[in-house]
C-alpha cells in the first residue's frame, strides 16, 4: 500500500473505484460499427483525466480525443486495459515521459489478445461450463434454481474479476503492458495455455450443443437399416454434426463466407434434408 | 397475454439486450438477463407459469449456449429468441419444442434489428467527437446515455408489440403448423450453433494443429459420459502439461533460467 501511494499521488483510492464501477456500468453501453466501445472508454476516463489535466487545459482536450477513437475487446477480461491505461495517464500529468502515441498504442496493442482470450475464456468456456449445470438442474422439471444458481455464481464471479482487474491494472500501470510486451515469450505461452484449454472446453461444448441426426431407415423385404443408429453411431456418436461444424469453420475460414451467408446455407439444407425424409 | 404481462416482458428483454449499462452492465445484462436460460425464468413468473417457462428457457439455452459474438458479428439474435420466442410459446399455450421452434426464425429476423442499431448507434460518437474538442466532459457523459435511447425504443419496443399483437399469431402457427414445419425449425435449430463454434474456432486458432484439441473434447463428451466440468479440469490439465513440457528456458528472469536449465537434466 505505501509503496502505491508513493508512485500514484494524484489520484485517491475513490476515484479509481468510481471510475471501476463506472466501467463494469458502462464498458459496452455504447456499441456501434464505426468506433465500437469508444465513446464508453472515454465516458469511464473522463472524471479522471479531469482531475489530472484540469477542466480548462489543453491537454485534459487532447486527452478526451484520444480516448475516443476506436476500442474493441471483450469487455470482462478487458478490464485491466483501462486500469493501465488510467495509470498512464497519471504518470503523463505527473510530467513522467509518455507520450500520447504510447497510451494509444499500449490500447491498441492489448484489445486484440483480450478480445481472443476473452471470448474463448469467459465466453466460450465459463459461461458455457455454468450454463450446461444450470440446464442439467432444470431443463427435465422446470426448477427455478437452475436460473438462480447460473445468475449468483455468474454475477458474483464476473463482477468481482473485473474489480479485481480494474485494480490490478492500475496498481502494475505501464508495468503490466512491459510485461506484456518484453516477455513475449512467456505470454506466449499463458496464451498458448489459455487457447489450448479453451478449445477442449469448446470441442466439449459444441458435442453438446450441435446436433444432426438422419432418420431416413432402408427398408428391404423384412430388414430395416437405420443409418443413424447402425452406421453412423457404430463409426463414432456425434460424426454428423461434428463434420459439420468442421465444414462451417472451413467455408468461414478457408472460403470467407459470412455468417449470414452460412445461416442462409444451413436453412436451406435443413429445408432440403426434411423435405427429402433424410433428417 | 394482457398488455401489461408483454410490457414487462419489453422490459426485461431491453435489460438483456446488449449495451444496456443498468445491471452491471455486459456481465448482468446481455450476458445474464439477455441469457434464454434466465429469460425463461422471468418470462415464466410474469405470464404465471414457472416450470414451463424455466423447460422452455433451458431448451433455446441449448441452441445457444456456445453463441460467442466476436468483434460484435452476430450469428443469429438471441435476444428476440429469448424474449420473443419463449414469451410467445407459452402464450400460445406450447411447450419448449414450440419455444424453440419460434425462436430460430425470430433470431434470424432479429439480427437485422441488431445490425440496424449497431449502425445508427455510430451516431452518438460523432456528437460527442464536438464535446471531446471543446473539453466538454458533461457532453461526453450525454452522449452516453443517449445511445441508450435507441436501444430501448428498438428493444422494448419490439418485444411489447409482437408478444402482445403475436399471441393469437403464435397460437395459429403452433396449432397450425404442419409438423413438418415443426420439425424443420428443430433440424435446422439443432445444426444453427455450429456457426458460433465455427467463429470461435476461426478466432482462436493460432496454429492449426490445435483443431486436433477442438477435436479432442468433441470425442471426450461425444462418446463418454463425462461432464464439461470434468472435461475444463482434464483441459486444464492438459495445457498445463503442454507449457511445461515446453521447457522453462523461456522464462526470462535470469535466475530461474539458469536453475531450471541445470534441474532439467537430472530432476525430470
Not at chain 1, 41 to 66: I, M, N, T, W
Not at chain 2, 54 to 80: E, H, K, R, S
Not at chain 2, 124 to 136: N, T, W
Request: hydrophobic fraction near 50%; glycine fraction near 10%; charged fraction near 15%.
Amino acid at each position: 500500500m505505501k509503496n502505491k501511494n508513493q508512485t500514484h499521488s494524484l489520484l485517491t483510492k475513490k476515484d479509481i473505484d468510481k471510475a471501476a464501477w463506472s466501467y463494469i456500468f458502462f464498458a459496452q453501453a455504447t456499441q456501434n460499427f464505426e468506433r465500437m466501445m469508444g465513446l464508453a472508454f472515454c465516458h469511464v476516463l473522463e472524471p479522471v483525466l479531469k482531475k489530472l489535466y484540469g477542466a480548462d487545459s489543453e491537454e485534459y482536450k487532447k486527452a478526451l480525443q484520444r480516448h475516443m477513437q476506436f476500442y474493441n475487446t471483450e469487455p470482462q477480461l478487458g478490464a485491466l486495459i483501462p486500469g493501465i491505461t488510467i495509470a498512464m495517464e497519471e504518470a503523463r500529468a505527473k510530467g513522467e515521459n509518455i507520450s500520447e502515441e504510447l497510451i494509444v498504442n499500449t490500447k491498441n496493442a492489448l484489445m486484440g489478445p483480450f478480445a481472443g482470450i476473452g471470448d474463448s475464456m469467459l465466453i466460450g468456456t465459463y459461461s458455457p461450463i455454468l450454463l450446461s449445470i444450470a440446464m442439467s438442474l432444470c431443463i427435465h422439471d422446470g426448477n427455478p434454481m437452475g436460473p438462480i444458481f447460473f445468475c449468483v455464481v455468474w454475477l458474483s464471479t464476473v463482477v468481482w474479476l473485473q474489480w479485481f482487474l480494474f485494480h490490478k491494472g492500475y496498481d502494475m500501470g505501464i508495468g503490466a503492458a512491459n510485461l506484456f510486451f518484453t516477455n513475449k515469450a512467456l505470454v506466449d505461452k499463458i496464451t498458448t495455455g489459455l487457447t489450448m484449454m479453451g478449445l477442449i472446453v469448446i470441442g466439449g461444448v459444441a458435442a453438446t450443443t450441435v446436433k444432426a441426426s438422419v432418420i431416413f431407415q432402408y427398408v428391404n423385404g423384412d430388414m430395416t437399416l437405420s443409418l443413424q443408429e447402425q452406421i453412423f453411431d457404430k463409426i463414432m456418436p456425434g460424426i454428423l454434426p461434428l463434420l459439420l461444424t468442421l465444414a462451417v469453420w472451413y467455408m468461414m475460414d478457408k472460403k470467407k463466407w459470412s455468417a449470414t451467408k452460412i445461416v442462409l446455407g444451413i436453412v436451406v439444407f435443413a429445408a432440403v434434408m426434411v423435405f427429402l425424409g433424410i433428417m | 397475454m394482457t398488455f401489461f404481462q408483454a410490457l414487462l416482458i419489453g422490459l426485461f428483454a431491453y435489460l438483456g439486450s446488449k449495451r444496456t449499462p443498468w445491471f452491471f452492465g455486459v456481465a448482468g445484462g446481455w450476458n445474464m438477463i439477455g441469457r434464454p436460460l434466465v429469460a425463461g425464468l422471468i418470462v415464466g413468473v410474469i405470464l404465471g407459469d414457472i416450470p414451463n417457462g424455466v423447460i422452455a428457457g433451458a431448451m433455446v439455452q441449448a441452441l445457444f449456449i456456445g453463441q460467442i459474438t466476436p468483434g460484435g458479428a452476430m450469428p443469429a439474435d438471441v435476444n428476440w429468441a429469448a424474449y420473443i420466442g419463449i414469451p410467445l410459446a407459452l402464450a400460445a399455450g406450447g411447450t419448449g419444442e414450440q419455444a424453440v421452434a419460434l425462436s430460430v426464425p425470430l433470431s434470424m429476423l432479429g439480427l437485422g434489428l441488431f445490425n440496424f442499431i449497431m449502425t445508427i448507434n455510430a451516431y452518438f460518437p460523432h456528437m460527442a467527437d464536438k464535446s471531446a474538442e471543446q473539453g466538454d466532459g458533461a457532453g461526453i457523459h450525454r452522449a452516453t446515455y443517449l445511445a441508450a435511447v435507441p436501444s430501448f425504443i428498438l428493444r422494448a419496443g419490439s418485444a411489447v408489440l409482437i408478444c402482445y399483437l403475436g399471441t393469437p399469431v403464435a397460437e395459429m402457427l403452433i396449432h397450425g403448423m404442419p409438423s413438418g414445419v415443426l420439425h424443420f425449425f428443430e433440424v435446422a435449430g439443432k445444426m444453427l450453433p455450429a456457426i458460433g463454434f465455427a467463429m470461435l474456432l476461426k478466432q482462436s486458432l493460432a496454429k492449426q494443429w490445435m483443431l486436433v484439441l477442438f477435436l479432442l473434447g468433441w470425442v471426450m463428451i461425444g462418446s463418454t459420459s463425462m461432464s464439461v466440468t470434468a472435461l475444463a479440469v482434464f483441459a486444464t490439465a492438459v495445457a498445463i502439461v503442454f507449457v511445461m513440457a515446453q521447457g522453462e528456458a523461456k522464462v526470462p528472469t535470469p535466475a530461474a533460467v539458469q536453475n531450471t536449465e541445470e534441474d532439467d537434466c537430472y530432476e525430470e
